[in-house]
């Protein structure tokens, strides 16, 4: 169930879905979450709101994954490397991709009327 925000600036990108589709794609293959469960956003900055690290280019792209904890490192390394492949098929070089990602226990999520997390059947694994 994670929630995921791709900051980058505005002005390159063609096709939004593509880009979210793209992330949500590699979170689908890598921890396994239902074609259902998407949250991802997308948010283009204009260019003079989004500094860029030096080296980088115009396409630098942060992609931050706020999930439950419990992926084991394989599904993270895994998630890293689908991410960078499948926005790299979208012309967003390997260099320019920075990702985050930010796990918290599940009581700390209100989900499905604001039920704890870790007291719903969620219907798929976490701990991939």
Same mark, same amino acid.
């Not at 979170?27 to 500094?51: C, G, M, N, Y």
């Not at 012309?91 to 990702?99: L, S």
């Given at each position: 169930?994670?929630?995921?925000?791709?900051?980058?600036?505005?002005?390159?990108?063609?096709?939004?879905?593509?880009?979210?589709?793209?992330?949500?794609?590699?979170?689908?293959? %890598? *921890?396994? /979450?239902?074609?259902? $469960?998407?949250?991802?956003? =997308? !948010? @283009?900055?204009?260019?003079?709101?989004?500094? &860029?690290?030096?080296?980088?280019?115009?396409?630098?792209?942060?992609?931050?994954?706020?999930?439950?904890?419990?992926?084991?490192?394989?599904?993270?390394?895994?998630?890293?490397?689908?991410?960078?492949?499948?926005?790299? %098929? *979208?012309? /967003?070089?390997?260099? $320019?991709?920075?990702?985050? =990602? !930010? @796990?918290?226990?599940?009581?700390?999520?209100? &989900?499905?009327?604001?039920?704890?997390?870790?007291?719903?059947?969620?219907?798929?694994?976490?701990?991939?």
């Amino acid at each position: 169930m994670p929630n995921t925000l791709i900051a980058t600036r505005s002005g390159w990108i063609r096709d939004p879905y593509a880009v979210i589709d793209a992330v949500h794609d590699a979170l689908q293959e %890598a *921890l396994k /979450i239902p074609e259902w $469960d998407r949250t991802v956003r =997308l !948010i @283009e900055h204009e260019p003079s709101h989004f500094a &860029i690290p030096p080296g980088r280019g115009q396409n630098y792209t942060i992609v931050e994954v706020t999930l439950f904890a419990g992926r084991s490192f394989e599904a993270k390394r895994a998630l890293y490397q689908a991410i960078v492949r499948n926005l790299g %098929a *979208l012309g /967003i070089a390997a260099t $320019d991709i920075k990702i985050a =990602l !930010i @796990e918290s226990p599940m009581e700390n999520w209100g &989900i499905r009327g604001g039920t704890p997390a870790s007291e719903v059947d969620l219907g798929f694994p976490v701990a991939v």
